[in-house]
């Protein structure tokens, strides 16, 4: 937060003479000097600024010191040099009004110090930029090069301004600097050829003596010893704090920023040298035939460098120096030159060579800090003039100066004191009159065009006949003896003659600074200020560029014979212009005051500051001010920066201005005797009122800047919000575009969806009707097609081929069965009933005719096997058959037994003669004989007996004898018993209580067992009158052996004799046949 202050704050003494009380002359020192040992130089009287020389650095001109002035309220802060330029350049900038900064004091008080601060100032605040700077480092740097050409070491000030300099820097309408231009008023150029005591000359000579390279020297043919050179004073050389060699490279430096170009750089140092040289020539008298004087001069050494540098005939200088040639009309007439005369040419020579080169530096300096546009400039005029002088021994310089003095006091005295007066009458304010000393008086003294001091020399100098300092005095002494300020010992009115104060070669002035005694001698040589003619036609024609340039009224051809302006002319007509110059502007000012004569610091001379402050007129300035008003405004520009301040003016006060004010101080609460209303202005008693008002008026600027902010943001935040909004719209509005799109997309989709599924129902319940109407139609036509091929047929039957498709079908069927069966007949299989070959089946249809074909040609074929059978044949195939019913899969022994034929008589008992008794025996015919073995009961051993077997009864035989041993009637036979195995035992059972069965049952082994069983059970079958014969298979059955009943077993095993079947007698009940495995 920025911390507000006031001048008031921490204030050391008064910081505003305006407030001091008691005010006194003494309480006015009192306070300066409390001030300034405290370390405070400045201090205010309403807006001017007293600055006391510290004559030491202090460290109140830093970067932050600026800052902290910068834009602040003049009455803000403790006085300061930055607060006025502060406030000038702000006015300037910001209210159009061109500013001039008007320094005063005397010499060695800080003139020049204060006018390079408020320069340093402004340059810091204004604006940057690459051409800006360029612009206020030119403008800057061009003050270490006039203060080396023109400023010079005095008794009173090691740095003394030996000129006066006006400076216009030049701003834009923004507040930049465009440029400069800078004035110069009276070079003390007398310095030149002679420095009083304990002074040097310029700066420059000594400069370039001490700093300028050993090569630098010899080109300008010069010697670094000061010695060597006349017009350099000895005694003070070398001064104190000041580095002539440091400051030279400072000088060509700064010459180089401003613009000088390198030649042109070298060409002022040569004519530095020369005006060195030129103090070098001296002469010598030499008397002439006709009883005059002539100058010779004595060492031409000096003439002929002189004459080198800068490219003259030495010849035509020489004769310069020894005569000089007056015109008059058409007469030309030349007198010689006496050896004063000669070094009055030589002196006047070199002041006018260096004053001109000033001149010339000073324009130079212009052409290159010139502001560029054309446009109108606002000004700001620092004005650094030589302050008023009272030195012991006065001459025309010191008149010319305090001239200057009195006209800028009396510009002080015009715009602040009898301006401010004039105005409060003017205004209609109520006012008690001041009384103040108006220099107009001294100032009427010194330049009446009729009687005027300065009128008064020229008169004189232009006058014919003799001409001195004398006559020049009588005159004054004649014309000005009744002025009240004039002052002279033989003056008219004899008021003087017994004061011996007054010299009689002396005049006085009553000066507004104080009484100043000025020495006659020289006032008629200065301002004539003359220059033969020769001696500028001597220069002229020079080749050096420069020197001719500076003496242009050497040409002969523009020869003027009209006397060139006095000095005293030219000076009071350029001070007339600067005083209209800084009559256009507001002025600000900056009394400078010397503490001691001393040069040092902390020393403050009670007497001197009283002096200076006594004739600077700082007492009446306080007194004016604080009689009168500290402030003063028009109404219009008043109201209108303050009319924020009440609610009833702001923004727009409708009527005249004034009320407007003053509704606004009464709003203010503005104690009535702190201000009063005049006829154009308001003016505001007390600075603090002012104060006051600026800073409500900065509380209510920020206030408003605020609201201005709020303002602005909220039409920022607005436009964005607007803009957004609009955006949000377009958004939205595309958003919905493409939602809807998308929407409306989808329903389409939907509906063409839905659309297609209605269109494919209503299309599909069309189809179906149609078709369904198509197929009523088609019915209609077919049942009309079939009505009418009834109706066609039945009555067109006649003439058609009925029932082709059928007849062609069955035709087809009866042609494929045809080839089928011509195929079958071309591949029938063989004719044995035992070939399983049948052929393929061509058509699935034909699957069960075929099966059964073929089921029907094997039994054909089995047939016609049968039926080439005899009786016999068929009869032994009935057995077989018969066999094959009782054994198969029951007794192991059948299968062996098929393929051997049943012979039934193996024997041939009818043919062999050996069984002609046994045949004979026999009634019935032999329907089986064959050898079969008995097995013996005791042991299980076999007997051969042959067996035979007839219809009636079966009989055994002895093998051998054919001796009936048994012959049994069928009848008795109830069953037989085989094994299940492969054996050829078997045992005939006989009926209980016959008679054949007392020797009980046969246990027998015939090789043709299935034969015999199976013909004595056919036998069986046949005979009506007998009971089945049963046929037991098994493995163990009872055999009856007369009483005994015998178990015969048959055991599956390895016989123990080969291959063949044992029987042995186990016990009494058990009879074991072991039968072989079959294979
Ligand atoms: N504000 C200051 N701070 C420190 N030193 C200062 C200040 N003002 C002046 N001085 C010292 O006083 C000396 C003289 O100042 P300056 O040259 O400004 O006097 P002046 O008024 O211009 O004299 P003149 O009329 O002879 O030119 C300076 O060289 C400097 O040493
Ligand atoms: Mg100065």
New binding site residues.
């Given amino acids: 937060m920025e911390v507000k202050t006031s001048l008031l704050d921490n204030m050391i003494g008064v910081g505003d003479m305006v407030l001091l009380e008691p005010l006194s002359e003494d309480s006015f020192l009192e306070n300066l000097r409390n001030r300034f040992d405290h370390n405070e130089?400045y201090t205010y009287i309403g807006s001017v600024v007293i600055?006391m020389?510290?004559?030491?650095?202090?460290p109140i001109y830093t970067p932050d010191k600026v800052e902290e002035y910068r834009n602040r309220n003049f009455y803000e802060l403790s006085p300061h040099i930055y607060a006025l330029a502060d406030e000038a350049y702000r006015s300037l900038r910001d209210q159009d009004k061109d500013q001039c900064i008007l320094i005063t004091?005397e010499?060695?008080?800080?003139?020049?110090?204060?006018s390079k601060?408020v320069m340093s100032y402004v340059a810091a605040v204004c604006g940057k930029g690459q051409e800006v700077n360029k612009v206020k480092e030119q403008l800057l740097q061009s003050n270490p090069v006039l203060e080396a050409f023109g400023n010079a070491k005095?008794v009173?000030?090691?740095?003394?301004?030996r000129f006066g300099k006006y400076m216009d820097i030049e701003f834009d309408f923004k507040g930049d600097p465009l440029g400069g231009v800078i004035s110069n008023y009276l070079l003390e150029k007398s310095r030149v050829v002679k420095q009083p005591r304990g002074e040097r000359n310029f700066h420059v000579f000594y400069q370039l003596l001490s700093g300028a390279s050993d090569d630098t020297l010899k080109k300008l043919k010069l010697n670094r010893d000061l010695s060597k050179y006349n017009y350099l004073s000895l005694d003070s050389a070398a001064v104190n704090g000041l580095d002539d060699a440091a400051n030279f490279r400072t000088v060509r430096n700064a010459m180089q920023i401003v613009g000088f170009m390198e030649d042109e750089v070298q060409s002022v140092l040569e004519l530095v040298a020369a005006v060195l040289k030129l103090g070098n020539i001296e002469f010598k008298p030499e008397s002439r035939c006709n009883g005059t004087d002539e100058s010779r001069i004595k060492d031409k050494n000096d003439l002929k460098e002189m004459c080198e540098l800068l490219g003259i005939e030495q010849s035509v200088l020489e004769r310069a120096f020894s005569y000089r040639t007056v015109e008059a009309k058409l007469e030309k007439v030349s007198t010689t030159l006496n050896v004063a005369q000669a070094y009055y040419a030589r002196d006047a020579l070199a002041k006018n060579l260096y004053s001109r080169l000033f001149s010339w530096l000073v324009t130079r300096i212009n052409e290159s800090i010139k502001a560029q546009t054309k446009s109108r400039h606002k000004v700001m005029g620092v004005l650094?003039i030589?302050?008023f002088e009272i030195f012991e021994d006065n001459s025309f310089e010191q008149f010319i100066i305090n001239y200057c003095n009195e006209k800028l006091q009396q510009i002080f005295i015009e715009l602040t004191l009898r301006e401010e007066q004039e105005e409060y009458v003017r205004e209609g304010i109520e006012w008690t009159n001041i009384e103040y000393f108006n220099n107009a008086i001294i100032c009427d003294l010194i330049e009446n065009h009729q009687n005027g001091i300065l009128a008064m020399l020229d008169e004189e100098c232009l006058r014919p006949g003799t001409v001195t300092d004398e006559t020049f005095l009588d005159k004054l002494n004649t014309i000005c003896a009744e002025h009240q300020h004039f002052e002279s010992r033989l003056s008219k009115n004899s008021k003087f003659l017994t004061d011996h104060s007054l010299p009689h070669n002396c005049f006085r002035i009553q000066h507004y600074a104080g009484k100043v005694l000025y020495r006659v001698e020289g006032f008629v040589d200065k301002n004539n200020d003359l220059l033969y003619r020769d001696l500028s036609q001597a220069m002229y024609k020079a080749t050096h560029s420069l020197i001719k340039q500076l003496f242009p009224e050497g040409n002969p051809g523009k020869v003027n014979l009209k006397r060139p302006p006095t000095a005293g002319f030219q000076f009071k007509a350029s001070v007339g212009t600067l005083m209209r110059n800084l009559q256009t502007k507001n002025p600000n000012y900056i009394r400078?005051i010397k503490p001691n004569d001393k040069k040092a610091s902390h020393i403050f001379t009670e007497s001197l500051v009283r002096h200076q402050a006594r004739y600077l007129g700082l007492m009446e300035n306080v007194r004016v001010r604080r009689a009168g008003y500290a402030f003063r405004q028009t109404y219009e520009p008043c109201l209108e920066r303050y009319k924020m301040l009440c609610k009833r003016t702001w923004p727009h006060w409708r009527g005249p201005a004034r009320e407007g004010v003053e509704v606004l101080m009464a709003d203010l609460q503005v104690p009535a005797d702190e201000f009063s209303y005049g006829r154009s202005k308001i003016f505001i008693r007390n600075p603090r009122t002012l104060f006051f008002l600026e800073e409500r008026r900065r509380q209510c600027l920020q206030d408003l800047a605020s609201l201005i902010q709020k303002i602005y943001r909220g039409w920022k935040c607005r436009s964005q919000f607007l803009l957004l909004k609009k955006s949000q719209i377009v958004v939205a509005a595309w958003y919905r575009r493409y939602a809807q799109q998308k929407k409306y997309q989808k329903i389409k989709s939907a509906t063409t969806v839905v659309q297609s599924y209605t269109r494919g129902w209503q299309a599909r319940k069309l189809l179906r009707e149609l078709k369904y109407q198509k197929r009523c139609e088609e019915a209609v036509t077919t049942i009309a097609a079939f009505w009418h091929g009834t109706q066609v047929r039945r009555e067109y039957r006649k003439f058609f081929r009925a029932n082709a498709g059928k007849k062609i079908y069955e035709f087809t069927i009866q042609r494929i069965m045809q080839k089928y069966f011509l195929g079958l007949k071309s591949t029938m299989p063989s004719m044995s009933p035992i070939d399983k070959n049948w052929p393929a089946r061509p058509y699935i249809f034909l699957d069960g005719v075929h099966t059964a074909l073929r089921r029907i040609f094997h039994l054909w074929r089995c047939k016609k096997y049968r039926s080439q059978f005899t009786e016999e044949k068929k009869a032994v195939y009935e057995e077989k058959l018969e066999a094959s019913e009782i054994f198969k899969d029951k007794k192991a022994l059948y299968p062996s037994s098929v393929s051997q034929p049943f012979k039934g008589d193996y024997l041939e008992i009818s043919k062999n003669p050996k069984y002609q008794k046994l045949n004979s025996a026999v009634d019935e015919k032999v329907l089986l004989a064959d050898v079969v073995n008995k097995i013996n009961r005791a042991n299980g051993k076999g007997t051969a007996r042959i067996f035979l077997l007839t219809k009636k009864s079966f009989v055994l035989a002895d093998q051998k004898t054919g001796q009936v041993k048994a012959s049994v009637p069928l009848p008795d036979l109830t069953s037989v018993s085989v094994s299940t195995q492969s054996d050829g035992f078997f045992a005939l059972r006989l009926k209980e209580g016959s008679a054949s069965a007392i020797k009980g049952d046969f246990l027998l082994s015939s090789e043709h067992l299935i034969e015999i069983i199976t013909k004595i059970h056919r036998i069986g079958a046949t005979a009506a009158d007998r009971e089945q014969l049963n046929i037991d298979i098994s493995d163990e059955f009872l055999v009856q052996f007369k009483q005994d009943k015998v178990c015969v077993k048959f055991i599956e095993g390895a016989p123990k004799n080969g291959n063949s079947v044992s029987c042995k007698r186990k016990n009494n009940r058990l009879l074991e046949v072991s039968v072989p495995t079959s294979p």
């Fill in positions: 130089i600055s020389n510290p004559y030491r650095s202090l004091g010499s060695g008080a800080g003139k020049t110090e204060a601060l005095t009173r000030n090691d740095n003394s301004s650094d030589y302050g400078c």
